[in-house]
């Protein structure tokens, strides 16, 4: 079997596939992520990737397909992922993954069951798959445009906070 023979079989799998293999409530809560997804994004490529554990999410792009998200179970809890998460704004601070300091993803945890309001969940989703399909050129001036934060800034400050020079404002 040749790698790509292996990759075309993975690629296939039911989400079941990987979602089986877990307790029930993370099943389920699978299984609603999975509903809410598909039913928010048409269109949406669902692709299990059981190196990652993952099931992921794409939409198709020419030949290529963007990621936008991924559903990742786990014995006690269950993660919904974004592909350019650091690029969603998340004013409440509710998505995980600064606190790692990963590059591009962010996430929700849910432990076992879904605790956030699905028109919340339905947001970041809808925006996640805008990002995905923006071209990369656009996402990375997104990226450089981003605040770096201030040496010498109180550390309570939100960092999604920009810091003005009231002596050159107006």
């Known amino acids: 079997m040749t790698a790509s023979d292996h990759r075309r079989m993975t690629d296939e799998l039911p989400a079941e596939f990987l979602l089986d293999g877990f307790p029930p409530a993370i099943r389920e809560t699978g299984r609603a992520l ?19 554990r993952w099931i992921a999410y794409s939409l198709p792009d020419g030949r290529r397909v963007r990621n936008f998200a991924w559903i990742g179970p786990e014995r006690k809890h269950i993660h919904l992922g974004f592909e ?9 601070h509710i998505l995980q993954g600064a606190q790692e300091r990963l590059r591009k993803f962010r996430y929700f945890t849910f432990e076992p069951a879904i605790d956030i309001a699905e028109a919340i969940i339905v947001d970041y ?6 990002l995905a399909v923006m071209p990369s050129g656009a996402r990375r001036a997104l990226t450089e445009a981003g605040a770096e934060p201030v040496p010498g800034a109180p550390r309570d400050i939100p ?12």
Not at 34 to 52: C, D, K, M, N
Not at 84 to 92: Q, S
Request: no cysteine; proline share 9%.
């Open 34 to 52: 999975r509903s809410l997804i598909l039913s928010t994004v048409p269109g949406a490529v669902e692709t299990v990737r059981p190196g990652w």
């Open 84 to 92: 350019h998460g650091t690029l969603l704004a998340d004013p409440e």
């Open 125 to 130: 989703l809808e925006r996640a798959a805008e």
């Open 159 to 170: 960092p999604d906070w920009e810091l003005v020079d009231a002596t050159t404002e107006g």
